[in-house]
């Protein structure tokens, strides 16, 4: 942010390192924070999020080669690091103290109501042999269903809750699978301040992005993912352009005639078109309606050749970045520089609100 230019919203979101991003990322996410660099007013805090990456259990140098490439990947889709702030969520240490601050303070029935907690509890309680049932499991963290899940899983929204209220972000995006997750650091401004007797936090705004999910090229009812082990199912951002067009001839999609979008009667042609229309910036319904003659196979090329014509320049430089270590690593650092200025101050005054010592 240039010196002089008054800063009325401040935006913090991570992502997690995965790598190279598939689409889904790009569209759902990585696309968003670009535009948002155009917002005069903004300033922008954009994490790659490795401590939430050991809620699972990762191999060491494959998760910082992979924190390594996703950073390459963000720059490569045009984030600017002078423009934002882009930093790995390690290097700056105020993330996991005030993680636990917030973590002394937040009742375990908030975290047991996490959507996404009570699937792995019911995941779980599917596997077991005494089984209890759902409403059990939804009250009683300590059933036997609990029992194999990791601690971090549980209280991973509360860090979230750190990474957003540490930087006193005004504005959030998130997807709608994050947005009860959001709702919880909302609900812990609004809590730290009364348990404290401040006004130190104000509960942040979401902002759902345009593209909410692009779904799986092999079954559209199930979104993107890298964790899917069909690798037909998603395209990367490092995908060749032969990769890219032969992945979405095979796409499935149906019998009718003509195109029209119809997520629940046509899931197939919807994902596609929803796919052409992000890439394009357009509406899905705008690009129904232009290739509403086609068949399958000329929608089919279009997309392609939208995908590539996107993809491709992403994907030149993120080799060019991956080739270049040095820069990397020297950008990164500049960036927590900047990361650890905001958050350090923001935690000495939390810390002297708290009762913790003070430098």
């Keep these: ?11 913090f979101s991570g992502i997690q390192p995965t790598g190279v991003p598939q689409l889904g990322n790009y569209l759902g996410t990585i696309k968003n924070w670009v535009s948002l660099q155009q917002e005069k007013d903004t300033e922008l805090f954009y994490s790659i999020v490795d401590l939430h990456a050991l809620t699972v259990p ?54 047991n109501r996490m959507t996404q907690w009570k699937s792995k509890l019911h995941q779980q309680n599917a596997e077991s042999e005494d089984a209890g ?10 059933s036997s269903a609990a029992q194999g899940l990791l601690t971090g899983l549980f209280t991973y929204p509360v860090l979230m809750a750190a990474d957003i209220l540490l930087y006193r972000a005004t504005h959030v995006p998130v997807g709608e699978d994050q947005v009860q997750h959001l709702e919880l650091a ?39 993912s890298k964790s ?25 999609t149906d019998a009718i005639t003509g195109i029209s979008f119809d997520p629940k009667a046509r899931p197939g042609v919807s994902n596609l078109l929803s796919i052409y229309a992000a890439m394009k910036d357009v509406d899905a319904q705008v690009a129904a309606v ?17 995908v590539v014509e996107g993809v491709a320049p992403i994907r030149q430089r993120m080799r060019e970045l991956m080739d270049d270590p040095a820069y990397l690593d020297n950008v990164l ?20 609100r708290v009762g913790l010592v003070c430098r």
């Design 133 to 142: 049932s759902d409403e059990e499991l939804q009250l009683n963290v300590h």
């Design 1 to 11: 942010m240039s010196a002089g230019v008054k800063v009325t919203k401040r935006v």
């Design 228 to 252: 899917d082990p069909n690798e037909q199912s998603r395209i990367t951002l490092s995908d060749t352009d032969d990769q890219i067009v032969k992945k979405i001839k095979k796409a499935p």
């Design 290 to 306: 232009e290739m509403r003659e086609m068949s399958n196979a000329q929608m089919k090329e279009m997309v392609a050749q939208a």
């Design 186 to 224: 909302r609900d812990l401004a609004v809590h730290f301040n009364k348990t404290f007797k401040t006004k130190r936090f104000s509960p942040p705004t979401g902002m759902l992005t345009a593209t909410k999910r692009v779904m799986s090229l092999k079954d559209p009812l199930r979104k993107m």
């Design 58 to 111: 990762r191999d060491p140098k494959q998760l910082r080669r992979e924190t390594t490439e996703m950073a390459a990947a963000l720059i490569a889709c045009g984030i600017d690091p002078k423009r934002s702030v882009l930093f790995r969520q390690s290097a700056v240490a105020a993330h996991s103290q005030l993680h636990w601050v917030l973590g002394s303070i937040t009742p375990v029935g908030w975290l």
């Design 333 to 352: 650092r500049d960036n927590e520089d900047r990361a650890r200025e905001t958050a350090e101050k923001s935690w000495q005054e939390i810390a002297q």
